[in-house]
């Protein structure tokens, strides 16, 4: 142990020394950049309390840790344009997840190694409270490798100067290892093993087998590659963004990623660059074997758990030290045409960050929007109780509809009627496709319509479906239709569903929405599933949005109470 303590202090001794390459001799390069600005004045899709930057294209998050008291999020981002491109990280900061600040560019092209671009990448936060990043770089071959980078200055908490390993890459293709130099990226938050030796992994893939290639070190500057995967899967194409962390098997706390322990499970996350879904799987980790095993039943495809059903991609956890508590980002990308993004001038937010904790089944995860989105509610109306009869609608009024939080809650106590599921019906997505918020059912749809024009020409539907499965236990599906939520027909209106591990019969049926001008994000019963959507209305705009409770059965079903906040715009930029 006093040797590695001994060469952690070398190791950063080299960072802070004249070993490594700093960053302020090509800063010049992304000051002045010409950005193409937006041609239209009017931006009714720009979110309140969304992160996003004032222009231009962005997609996953990076880096996320928390540092001497301060969050920090840094993002894939062209400073050019409005669409994909010139990738550099930029950065910003904050005190509380809601409100930001933002600082320059805190890694872009500088070194061989990543002179064709800086990719998505983690940080780690070693011994010492000392951050270290690792992110793929693209060389002047375009090979994928990976990189590293640490702060200059580990007093300022706002990190706001990073420098680069002069012996970078320290990981890449050759010929010995075969690894697919066009697939090899986005490197994860590493952990200690019991041998104290540092791991991580990266995503890959061999033809149509996704894996997860893992990389052991000792001093965190010289990787071995191991002579197998921590997983891998066939027939699931390549792996991007992978995630892997600790979670508890009791109570809501989140766990440091390098935790070792009996009462813990492990999660592996990946995106899939071929369907451009995530899904995750909820497993057991063997330090003997330094490999990962899902628990048995998990589905290993992107027909899996996933901890958003919607417009959800290249997700990153990190242990919040703070807090004690293990928080989710996401990248929601748009779903207008790419000549609508660039009249915008922008593409791309991040979605809330939330809470993410493993469900007492042990099935799967619950999330929910950190607590400090709560500090931008005002004006709470409230609606008491009251059965909401088949094909009613009711207006919440007295809050701006355009820019808020939605909290109801469904009971259901006749079951009689519920309609029967049939066997063929195992693709939620598919079945409220077909069954969306205009088709009558018996138990529902019930839920919101977020988003609506006053004469209900545009709507984004989020609600539930109850139906009667073949054990005669009851199926809840939770749905976010999009077919009715622009009269633009160039954007794309998918709708989105997800079945919830609940028995209706004992648990209210309960749905949050964070409705944000052109992203309405849903979780369903306290968080066991949740569903992100972008909509572009062209009528339900601002102060002519809408919001609305319905039941579309033909059945009554009583809401026990709705909570709706109008949403103080935070601080983004």
């Known amino acids: 142990m006093a040797n590695f303590y001994l060469s952690l202090f070398l190791f950063f001794a080299l960072f802070l020394g004249h070993g490594f390459v700093e960053l302020q001799a090509s800063h010049h390069v992304y000051r002045n950049l010409q ?4 041609t239209s004045p009017n931006q009714p ?3 309140g309390y969304h992160f996003q930057p004032p222009k231009n294209w962005i997609n996953d998050p990076n880096g996320v840790m928390i540092y001497k ?3 920090h999020l840094f993002y894939q981002y062209n400073p ?3 669409v994909w491109g010139n990738i550099v990280w930029a950065h910003s900061t904050s005190k509380d997840l809601i409100n930001w ?6 890694i872009y092209p500088s070194q061989q190694s990543d002179i064709n671009g800086c990719w998505s990448g983690s940080a780690t936060i070693l011994p010492g409270e000392k951050p270290a990043i690792f992110y793929t770089g693209i060389d002047p071959h375009n090979r994928q490798v990976q990189n590293l980078a640490v ?3 580990l007093s300022d908490p706002y990190l706001r100067e990073w420098v680069k390993s002069p012996k970078n890459p320290l990981m890449a293709p050759d010929a010995m290892n075969q690894i697919n130099t066009s697939s090899f990226r986005d490197p994860t938050t590493a952990w200690l093993g019991p041998d104290k030796r540092w791991r991580l992994i990266i995503g890959s893939k061999i033809n149509r087998k996704g894996l997860a290639i893992l990389y052991r070190s000792k001093d965190f500057l010289h990787w071995i590659k191991a002579k197998h995967p921590l997983h891998s899967v066939k027939g699931t194409g390549m792996w991007e963004c992978p995630d892997f962390f600790p979670v508890s098997t009791y109570g809501l706390n989140g766990l440091d990623t390098s935790e070792m322990g009996p009462n813990t499970k492990h999660v592996l996350k990946v995106s899939l660059d071929d369907t451009k879904h995530e899904y995750y799987t909820v497993g057991t980790y063997s330090t ?9 039943g998990s589905v290993e495809s992107d027909s899996g758990l996933r901890f958003d059903y919607g417009k959800y991609y290249a997700s990153k956890t990190f242990f919040d030290s703070a807090k004690n508590r293990r928080v989710l980002w996401g990248w929601v990308n748009e779903s207008s045409s790419v000549n609508d993004d660039v009249k915008k001038g922008w593409a791309g937010i991040q979605a809330i960050p939330r809470k993410l904790w493993l469900d007492k089944s042990g099935k799967h995860l619950v999330q929910w929007p950190v607590v400090e989105i709560e500090k931008l509610r005002v004006n709470q109306v409230q609606v008491p109780s009251k059965l909401l009869k088949g094909g009613s609608v009711i207006e919440v009024t007295g809050v701006t509809a355009a820019q808020a939080d939605v909290e109801i809650s469904f009971d259901v106590s006749d079951f009689k009627k519920a309609e029967k599921l049939d066997p063929g019906w195992t693709n939620p997505q598919l079945i409220c496709s077909q069954k969306g918020a205009s088709v009558k059912g018996a138990l529902g749809p019930f839920g919101l319509l977020a988003l609506a024009s006053k004469d209900l020409k545009e709507y984004t539907a989020v609600f539930f479906r109850i139906f009667k499965g073949e054990d005669k236990k009851f199926v809840v599906l939770m749905c976010s239709d999009q077919s009715r939520s622009s009269l633009n027909s160039d954007n794309d209106k998918t709708t989105y569903g997800a079945f919830l591990n609940v028995d209706p019969i004992y648990e209210k049926l309960s749905l949050r929405s964070l409705i944000d001008h052109s992203i309405v994000e849903s979780f369903g019963v306290g968080g066991k599933a949740c569903i992100t959507a972008r ?6 705009i601002d102060d002519y949005a809408h919001l609305y409770a319905f039941n579309n059965g033909t059945e009554n079903v009583k809401f026990n109470g709705l909570s709706a906040w109008s949403m103080k715009k935070a601080q983004l930029f």
């Not at 950005?35 to 937006?38: A, F, I, N």
């Not at 600040?101 to 805190?106: R, S, Y």
Request: aromatic share 10%.
């Open 35 to 38: 950005t193409s600005q937006s």
């Open 45 to 47: 899709y720009r979110t």
């Open 69 to 71: 008291g301060i969050y």
């Open 80 to 82: 050019k344009g409005a």
């Open 101 to 106: 600040i933002p600082h320059d560019p805190a």
């Open 151 to 153: 702060p200059k200055n």
């Open 288 to 296: 003997a074997k330094d490999r990962y095993v899902p628990d048995e």
């Open 535 to 540: 909509v572009y209305p062209t009528l339900a």
